[in-house]
């Protein structure tokens, strides 16, 4: 196992679009989703303990998770937890880990993942993965794992890659946005897209000379503190500095800028579990083509749902198809799954109008 590898574990977002299960205090990544005893943390987790020494893995969260992040994984020290006082996207936080890590290991090997994927074939995805790690830790490059388009799906980003020759890493030509069902068909039909899973893998060096050149105020911001990471000054300079960095994503601030990014086409059973729909395309279903956790629960008629019901209710449903169906706690949700996309925005709605109660 090469102590040179490193794992940052991305788990500070609040997954409203699975309100509401996921809420502001307790959202998706840390709860037991897909009803195996093990919350999608906890998986991340242990997948990337075949990868890289425990003492290696890193959790780039939210100040507000650290009791939880500690309570689910025992085998994490205080001192791996990277605590971000405020939400400023991906690119401030990968750029305090970073300098972090630079002053832990000048030779990290480092990958950066979501805490909230879903991964089917973790052999495969730990095989992409050694492959990226080898190739980075020979050349200054940024590589990310792009995902082998199964349908043309709308809602994620494509990137488009150079496809001369039949090596699994290829030059990065562009990062596409969320298209529409024309573009995403036009891509597949091409054969050089892939899903952009947000997933990346590079060196330490790689990464803080990317955001030197590509991201200089977030670069210049987080190097005031060179002295002071791994120190016990660290959590008060980040407190105070952190707030002021740029709001925006690694994606934009670097990814779709550099010159020297890569990709390597992966199928190994992947899903980000962004929404109760893709929840309910990435598990198994019953003869009805439905999704139920539920203990309690009479069901007639009822056909290609989502259902989650706690375990103390009792619910009767009938004529349903193609709907979410979650109780929880305060709160409950029918919905169309064709119309999951719009959860989000009346989850921040409800959030202004209700306050404390909806938290």
């Not at 940024?142 to 043309?152: K, Q």
């Amino acid at each position: 196992m090469n102590k040179n590898n490193y794992v940052l574990i991305m788990a500070g977002g609040v997954g409203s679009r699975f309100w509401p299960k996921s809420r502001n205090t307790f959202p998706k990544q840390f709860i037991d989703i897909l009803g195996i005893g093990k919350s999608l943390l906890q998986l991340t987790y242990h997948r990337f303990l075949k990868l890289c020494p425990v003492e290696n893995i890193f959790i780039v969260t939210n100040s507000q998770y650290e009791g939880i992040i500690l309570e689910q994984l025992p085998g994490i020290a205080a001192s791996q937890l990277i605590c971000e006082p405020s939400r400023n996207n991906t690119a401030p936080c990968i750029a305090y880990a970073s300098f972090k890590l630079k002053g832990l290991n000048p030779k990290a090997n480092i990958v950066v993942a979501p805490s909230d994927h879903f991964i089917l074939y973790e052999d495969i995805f730990l095989s992409k993965i050694n492959k990226a790690l080898g190739f980075t830790e020979k050349q200054e490059a940024l590589v990310t794992l792009g995902i082998s388009p199964r349908r043309p799906d709308t809602g994620y980003g494509y990137i488009k890659y150079e496809h001369k020759n039949t090596d699994e890493i290829h030059k990065v030509i562009q990062f596409k946005e969320k298209p529409t069902l024309e573009k995403a068909r036009e891509f597949l039909a091409e054969g050089n897209y892939v899903w952009n899973a947000g997933i990346f893998i590079w060196k330490v060096g790689s990464i803080l000379k990317a955001l030197e050149k590509y991201a200089n105020e977030i670069h210049t911001l987080f190097t005031k503190g060179i002295d002071l990471y791994n120190t016990d000054a660290e959590r008060s300079f980040i407190d105070e500095h952190y707030p002021t960095s740029p709001n925006i994503s690694i994606d934009y601030a670097i990814m779709e800028q550099a010159d020297n990014v890569y990709t390597i086409p992966s199928d190994f059973g992947w899903s980000d579990l962004g929404t109760w729909a893709s929840l309910y395309e990435a598990v198994p279903k019953d003869k009805q083509n439905n999704v139920i956790s539920a203990k309690n629960i009479h069901i007639e008629d009822t056909h290609n749902s989502i259902i989650h019901i706690n375990s103390d209710k009792m619910a009767v449903l009938k004529g349903l198809d193609g709907f979410i169906v979650v109780d929880e706690g305060n709160a409950l949700l029918i919905y169309p799954k064709k119309e999951e996309q719009s959860i989000k925005e009346i989850v921040k709605t409800m959030s202004t109008e209700y306050g404390d109660l909806f938290q």
